[in-house]
């Protein structure tokens, strides 16, 4: 059942559309993979997606019970962030925040909840270490593990793996293809990693200043614009 329909959306900020006619939909279990050139909307996609932004025009909606505080987001960290003084704990614990508003305590089934999504992201040596003291890969885990605290239904993933070497980053590749396999959460990534995306995603959106393509992965690889950009490893990004 579809958690989320997009129907002829048009992006863009100040006046100016970036993109526009992008319709797709999102079933639960879906491994989305979002890809495009630099400038192609991407960002302002994802923005919209999470209210942050509206549309210039099209619609946006939730379906099979989802609501906008059901997704966790994991976004691009600036050089701000990852200096950020504070616990991996604290860190973990505050996507909880999301299902409740602020508050000045957290609840034992909160708690629990921390404790176990650390263990399932390998992090629970390190909960009492401080964020910015971490490597990259030891802080991309700490944020994914904050986005599954706020939901277990979708997480929508801008470039997780920026920055990131081959190793840790085919390391953090398996572990959210084992959350979408193993936990049926559903994915959706922004990516450079059009290998990737191939490798990884069920569905593929491509945009641009009009949509490419919309469709499961192995259909993507069909069309021209698939055969090219797989065939150029996604270097025209």
Do not use: W
């Not at 976004?75 to 701000?80: K, L």
């Amino acid at each position: 059942m579809a958690q989320l329909i997009c129907k002829e959306l048009a992006l863009g900020y100040d006046g100016k559309t970036v993109a526009e006619h992008i319709s797709f939909q999102v079933n639960k279990g879906d491994y989305l993979c979002i890809v495009g050139e630099n400038g192609s909307g991407k960002s302002t996609l994802v923005k919209t997606l999470l209210h942050l932004k509206k549309p210039l025009s099209g619609t946006m909606e939730f379906g099979d019970g989802l609501t906008q505080k059901m997704i966790g987001y994991l976004p691009q960290q600036t050089v701000v962030q990852r200096d950020f003084p504070a616990s991996v704990k604290e860190i973990v614990l505050s996507g909880c925040l999301n299902r409740g508003g602020f508050r000045p305590f957290y609840s034992k089934e909160e708690k629990e909840l921390a404790r176990e999504t650390m263990e399932k992201m390998g992090i629970t040596h390190l909960a009492n270490r401080c964020y910015r003291e971490l490597s990259g890969g030891q802080q991309q885990r700490v944020l994914l593990a904050r986005a599954l605290c706020a939901t277990r239904e979708v997480l929508l993933l801008d470039e997780p793996v920026a920055g990131l070497d081959p190793k840790v980053t085919k390391e953090m590749y398996e572990l959210i293809a084992r959350l979408n396999r193993e936990d049926g959460i559903t994915i959706i990534m922004v990516s450079h990693d059009i290998a990737a995306a191939i490798r990884y995603a069920s569905h593929i959106l491509h945009v641009s200043r009009e949509p490419l393509f919309f469709g499961p992965t192995e259909d993507y690889l069909k069309t021209p614009t698939g055969k090219a950009f797989a065939e150029m490893g996604g270097e025209q990004e």
